[in-house]
Each structure stands twice: as structure tokens, then as C-alpha cells.
């Protein structure tokens, strides 16, 4: 993975920007940690929030004039919170003097002209610092213009605790301190001190200091600005600028560096606050004292608190992990950079669906996807991908371009294809006589000749990151496509038209719902009423959707529609998540089949297999506009399994050759018969076991002899490893007939 984009992934991942009640606080106060500390009570602790952002914390919990609480979210959905009276609880019920940390003493002097907010915090920050501060103060008393606002508003009992940080910082304090009104002679100030700072409307002349630095254009000399009159948090703001420059221009660095997002700035944090309730404020039962613990804890218990997590709401992957995006995109790069030791993030890696529904909700648009893909690229092409992770999924790929199920032919009778009909290995596998049913249909009702071309798109190679074997399936079908003279390509499967979107644009693909005539076909009444799952690969064709929807409104179906639409939600199989991670899959199908309690319509056979396996009541398109003869329900029709996929695309291929080219094509010969029960099938669908897997280690057991007696049950233990998974079956029997009990594999390969 390239480690600029991996920056730029976790760039865009918003769930760590400061909220909007932050970012609008110069000094950055984190009111959604002191709202929260406030709800439980814990006041002391709300206190210390305050006191970790500034200087003179107890002074600003009663003068602040809070510009965090203009931006606060909560007014999208009520009035926003009262974080100012929040602060002055967190101060009466928890302030204390802070503990000030004073880093390493240094032989630094530094001149600090003013008393005011900005004067004293610039003193108070400068000498945590190590420096040995002086501070003039013109008239009597510090913070002369506070003092006199009473203790109404501001209690002397604030002051003195704040301003005890001066004697425990060894500041030396220097009352009715005049100074020259010569600039020169004040400049000459500079032989005295290393570095001087004055603050706005201290003295009789002014200095003009650079907005963002205070810098003045005299080396050493800082200079406020007007804050003072505005704002008592922006004073304190400006003391902790003058702080930084000084201790940079001390130590020779960059005045100007790394200043991004100093101050206020605008919060890039999303909140969605559409499902929050309106709430108004809390009203002190006595405004004069203010809130009480009890009303400070009901008012701070209306904040949200303010977070992203669009994507991880509606991702049971994102959730599995208990993280989010950009601690994510951390983590992979990590796990794949490791050179010796164990990747831990493996499974994780695996275990994206690869919907692409976090891109659609994100703000940002930052896409899991692409990361999961570019790390499951690299890491395949590198050889750090475990081969088992998908060595099922891609062997039953390698089936579905093989000879036992691909097929490119003109419809008989025709020399000429004006369209293809690409069933797609999902629906071949699933429900075989719908793709006989389409195809019949379509050569009825198009001109030219329609042809048909049975093949895997690769999706399952391209989820796995394997380059190697999707370029391969590619190059199938278009040399299948290429065969029929290049036509038009119609397609059932989701899957296949995105591909064919993405990497085959060369190729025209329509979907098949546009080409169906109802008229033509006469299906019997369909089901009053369903709920519409649209397949997450086709989530941004709407065309695709819309010709779905139009096929149903034919059918007399009244149609209930799960989401809002462009945000449907994983079936559990895409990305090969069904592989990777069954319990999460499983988890995925399950919140899905959940949304409803209707019978769902879909138009992905995968989608309806994965349903049936939760219990859902489901039905493909084609199982109302092509019912089976035997009027079985549709909706209770079960998921027939990875080996009876197999099956089901192998036998559709012989019969459409006997039936419509006239040709037959030699089956295997079973060497012997395998006998099992629905109970172990089950069994090895769970554990993804293919019946040919179990097959070929009985048969190798008896050609070879290679076998295990279980002493007390008189069962055979046989070993198979085809690949990089070892089998495991145990069975009885023998003359060319065998009972399967168990079966079980390790996929891993063990030296």
C-alpha cells in the first residue's frame, strides 16, 4: 500500500476532528468531555477539562463568553447546551487550584507588559516553560478591568485562586510599573530580556504584531492586539500565541510552522442530528446562583455527544472490529508492512464485504473498500495473503471457468448474435430452469438471434485481490464475447454488470429486467405486497433498480421499500465475507432480513439463497414471472449449497447442449456411491466442504490404502489435500458404496 494515499485515507476519516463546540473555541476546550463529566456527576474531573485548556481556568468558567455554545449541534434539535453554565458548576462544585508542571528551568529572561487576561496567561504558559518571567502591571492590581465587575459575576475568590499560579511559578510581579513612552527607550528594554511581550492597550504606544504570530517587526518583540475589548477567552487566547511565539523564537524555530488550526477554525466532525429529539435547555430554578448539581447534570445529559460514525452505523463489519475508519486504515497498512511475525489484522482484512454503502453515507467519502482492496492486491501479489483465506471461493471460480460449465453458442439455427444472454454462474447455480425459462423468452421475442454465454465474471477473484485470476476470468469472457461476433451482452446477475461496468467498458451490458414482456408470458397473480432488496453491487444504477420495480408494479405487486433508495444494505456474501467470516456474514444476512417482517423480492440469486438460509421468506424476480410447475412456494424454496451449485451449473450446461444444439457431452463416472444424510450435508455446508472434497479423500483412501480405523465404530478415517486445505472424512462401508459421518478440514498447510 502506498503510504501517501494510506495518509490520505485517514485524512478523510472524520471521527477524531474536534466537535463543533471545540473548534469554535480558540483555546479548544473539549466542552463534549466536560458535558460528560458534568452528566455523571463527576464535577472535579469536568474542572480538570477545563483547567488542562487554560491557564486561568476558574477566572474563564466565570467570564467566558462562550462562542462554543453559538456553535453548538444540539440547536439543530432543541437550544444548544449551556456549556458556560456548565463550566461555572464544573468550577463551583469541582475547581481546585490546577497542579502546574514546570518543565526544565531555563536561563531565559522574558518581559511580560500588562496584567489583563492576555498578559497574565502569556506569564502563567511562558513560565510552565521554564522561563524566568517578569510581569509590570501599570496600575495597582492585576486584571484591573475584571476585578471591578463584582462578585456577581466574577468572584474575587476565582481571581486569587488563579492568580496564586503566579507566586507558585516564581513570576515576579511589579505593581505601578511606568514605563518610557519613547519607543527607543522601551526597545532598549531588549539588552535587559531575551524576549518582551506587550499587551494591547497596556501603554501609551502601540506595537503592530503579526495577526497570527504577534511577532512585531523588532526581533524579540511581541506585541497584542485588541481582544481584550471582545472577547475575555480570545484575550487568553492571544496570551497562549504570544507563549508559543516566544518559546520558538527562544529556541530559533519557525514562527509560522504547523499554526493550522490554532484558534478558531470550522469543524470538519459530521453529526447527523435527524433522529435526535428536540430538547429544550434546563432553567436554573434561580439564574442568579446558577445551576445546581442536579440541574447541571440534567442540562449536561443533553448533549449527544457530537460524533461521526455515519458508516460504522449501518456496517456490521465496521462495528465487528469496535472501531473506525481511520484506526482501520492504520491498522492494515500496519499488518501488512510487518516483515516477520504474525498478522493479526488478517481476518479483519478479509472480512469486508466490499458494498461500498460507507463511501455512500460518508461525508467524506472516504471509501473501505478501496483500502481493503488495495491491501488484499498487495499482499496477494506479495505472497502475505494466507491462500486459504478464499482458496474455497476461488476454487469454485476455477469451476465456473472450466469446460464443465462455460459455453459460448449462437442461438440455433442462427450463424449471427444481435444480443448474449449471460445468465451468470449465481443464478445457473441456483435456479438452473430460470436461466432455461429466460433464455427460451428472449429468443421469442428478439430479433437477430440471441446467444448464450455461460461464465464467471470473476468477482470472486477480484473481492479475493487476486489480480492474476481476474485478468484470466476477463480474458474468458471476452474471447467468449469476441466469439458471437462482440453483441450486445443482457445479464441477471448484479455482479456481472458491475464488472463489466467497471472493467470491461468496452463490453455493452444491459440489465435483463428491461427486456422481459410480461404480455408475452402470462405469469399467474404474484404476492400482494413485498419489501424490494435491491443487490449492493448495483446500489448506484438506478436503471437497474428501476427496471426491477417496473417488472414488479407489472406483476400487481405492491411494493414496500426497505431504505431510503442508493442505500441498500450486504447480503453477506459480497467480498467474499461469506468465506472469510461466517458468524459476521451471518450477522449481515441476519440484520437485513430483519428490517421487514414482509416477504422480500430481489433480483439477485445470492441475495435470496443468503436470505433463505436466516429463515427469511424470500423469492427472486424470476420465481414469480417463471413459477415452478409443481406450484411449490417459492419464498420456502431452501439455499441448495456450494456443492449442489456445482452441480446445478454442470447439469444446466448438458442440457441446454442436448436440448437446444442437439449435442450430448459424457459424464463422469462415479467410481462409487456416496451416501448422505441431509443432516451431514448441512454440516459440511457449514464448514464449507465440497461433496467432490469429500469424493476424492475416500477415493484416494481406497486406491492407496491411506486410511484410519476408529477403534469401537469400525469407521475410516481418509486425508485429502488438494491444495493448501487438508481434508478430513470419516466413513463406512465398502463393494462401491460408502456412508459419510463426519467431515472436517484444517486450512492451513502443516509441514
Not at 242 to 259: C, E, P, V
Request: charged letters at 25%.
Amino acid at each position: 500500500m502506498d503510504r501517501e494515499q494510506v495518509r490520505r485515507w485517514e485524512s478523510q476519516c472524520i471521527q477524531e476532528q474536534a466537535p463543533a463546540c471545540a473548534s469554535a473555541c480558540p483555546m479548544h476546550v473539549d466542552a463534549r468531555k466536560l458535558a460528560e463529566c458534568a452528566r455523571k456527576g463527576d464535577f472535579k474531573a469536568g474542572f480538570s477539562v477545563l483547567a488542562a485548556a487554560v491557564p486561568v481556568p476558574l477566572i474563564v468558567a466565570y467570564v467566558c463568553d462562550h462562542p462554543c455554545q453559538r456553535q453548538c449541534r444540539r440547536a439543530d434539535a432543541g437550544d444548544p447546551i449551556r456549556i458556560h453554565e456548565l463550566e461555572k458548576a464544573c468550577a463551583e462544585f469541582g475547581g481546585a487550584s490546577p497542579t502546574l508542571r514546570v518543565q526544565n528551568k531555563r536561563n531565559r529572561e522574558i518581559l511580560v507588559c500588562g496584567s489583563e487576561l492576555s498578559g497574565v496567561s502569556a506569564a502563567i504558559l511562558l513560565a510552565q516553560k521554564g522561563y524566568n518571567v517578569t510581569l509590570h502591571e501599570p496600575g495597582p492590581a492585576l486584571l484591573g478591568s475584571l476585578r471591578g465587575l463584582g462578585d456577581g459575576f466574577l468572584p474575587q475568590m476565582a481571581i486569587g485562586t488563579d492568580m496564586a499560579a503566579l507566586e507558585a511559578l516564581e513570576i515576579e510581579v511589579c505593581y505601578d510599573r511606568e514605563l518610557p513612552h519613547d519607543e527607543e527607550a522601551i526597545l532598549a528594554l531588549r539588552h535587559e530580556y531575551d524576549a518582551l511581550f506587550f499587551e494591547a492597550g497596556a501603554w501609551p504606544f502601540t506595537f503592530t504584531g503579526d495577526p497570527a504570530t504577534l511577532a512585531t517587526r523588532h526581533p524579540g518583540v511581541f506585541a497584542g492586539n485588541a481582544w481584550q475589548e471582545l472577547s475575555p477567552v480570545y484575550a487568553v487566547y492571544e496570551g497562549s500565541v504570544a507563549a508559543i511565539s516566544i518559546d520558538r523564537y527562544l529556541q530559533g524555530a519557525s514562527l509560522t510552522a504547523n499554526r493550522e488550526n490554532r484558534g478558531a477554525y470550522p469543524s470538519r466532525l459530521y453529526m447527523n442530528t435527524q433522529d435526535q429529539i428536540p430538547l429544550a435547555a434546563v432553567e436554573s430554578a434561580d439564574p442568579e446562583q446558577g445551576y445546581t448539581r442536579e440541574e447541571a447534570q440534567q442540562e449536561a445529559a443533553r448533549c449527544f455527544p457530537c460524533q461521526c460514525l455515519e458508516c460504522v452505523k449501518v456496517c456490521e463489519y465496521l462495528k465487528e472490529y469496535k472501531s473506525y475508519p481511520k484506526r482501520y486504515v492504520r491498522e492494515i497498512y500496519n499488518n501488512e508492512c510487518i516483515v516477520m511475525g504474525v498478522r493479526k489484522a488478517n481476518r479483519m482484512i478479509n472480512s469486508c464485504a466490499l458494498c461500498g454503502l460507507c463511501t455512500t453515507v460518508c461525508p467524506e467519502n472516504l471509501s473501505m473498500a478501496e483500502v481493503i482492496l488495495a491491501a488484499r492486491r498487495g499482499m496477494v501479489e506479495t505472497g502475505k495473503m494466507p491462500p486459504s483465506a478464499h482458496d474455497l471461493a476461488l476454487r469454485d471460480m476455477a469451476f465456473s471457468t472450466s469446460d464443465a460449465f462455460t459455453l459460448a453458442r449462437h442461438q440455433p439455427g442462427h450463424a449471427s448474435s444481435a444480443v448474449a444472454f449471460l445468465p451468470g454462474c449465481q443464478l445457473s447455480s441456483s435456479s438452473p430452469e430460470h436461466v432455461e425459462s429466460v433464455y427460451k423468452h428472449l429468443r421469442e421475442t428478439t430479433q437477430g438471434g440471441v446467444g448464450l454465454i455461460l461464465a464467471c465474471c470473476g468477482a470472486p477473484a477480484q473481492w479475493a485481490g487476486n489480480e492474476a485470476k481476474f485478468a484470466e476470468a476477463r480474458a474468458e469472457l471476452t474471447a467468449s464475447w469476441e466469439q458471437l461476433g462482440r453483441p450486445k451482452l443482457i445479464t441477471a446477475c448484479s455482479s456481472c454488470i458491475r464488472t463489466l461496468h467497471d472493467h470491461l467498458p468496452q463490453i455493452p451490458v444491459e440489465s435483463l429486467w428491461k427486456h422481459i414482456d410480461l404480455a408475452l408470458i402470462a405469469p399467474p397473480t404474484a404476492p400482494k405486497r413485498l419489501a424490494v432488496h435491491d443487490p449492493c453491487s448495483t446500489r448506484e444504477m438506478r436503471e437497474v433498480e428501476d427496471g426491477a420495480r417496473a417488472l414488479l408494479r407489472e406483476l400487481g405487486v405492491e411494493i414496500e421499500e426497505l431504505n431510503e433508495r442508493g442505500l441498500t444494505t450486504c447480503c453477506g456474501f459480497g467480498g467474499l465475507q461469506q468465506f472469510a467470516n461466517p458468524e459476521l456474514a451471518d450477522r449481515t444476512a441476519q440484520r437485513r432480513a430483519a428490517t421487514s417482517n414482509t416477504d422480500y423480492v430481489t433480483y439477485c440469486a445470492m441475495c435470496r439463497d443468503r436470505f433463505s438460509l436466516r429463515g427469511k421468506r424470500a423469492v427472486h424476480i424470476l420465481d414469480l414471472i417463471f413459477p415452478a410447475d409443481d406450484g411449490a412456494d417459492p419464498a420456502a424454496r431452501l439455499d441448495p449449497g456450494f456443492s449442489r451449485r456445482q452441480e446445478g451449473r454442470a447439469r444446466l450446461k448438458r442440457r441446454l447442449l442436448r436440448d437446444l444444439w442437439g449435442e450430448t457431452e459424457a459424464e463422469m463416472d462415479e467410481l462409487f456411491e456416496l451416501e448422505i444424510a441431509e443432516e451431514v450435508r448441512a454440516l459440511l455446508e457449514k464448514r464449507m466442504i465440497l461433496v467432490e472434497d469429500v469424493r476424492q479423500a475416500v477415493e484416494h483412501a481406497e486406491k492407496t490404502g491411506e486410511k484410519l480405523e476408529q477403534p469401537g465404530t469400525g469407521h475410516w478415517l481418509a486425508m485429502w489435500r488438494p491444495s493448501c486445505v487438508t481434508y478430513w472424512v470419516e466413513y463406512s462401508g465398502g463393494a462401491g458404496s460408502f456412508t459419510v459421518h463426519n467431515a472436517y478440514s484444517h486450512r492451513m498447510q502443516v509441514k
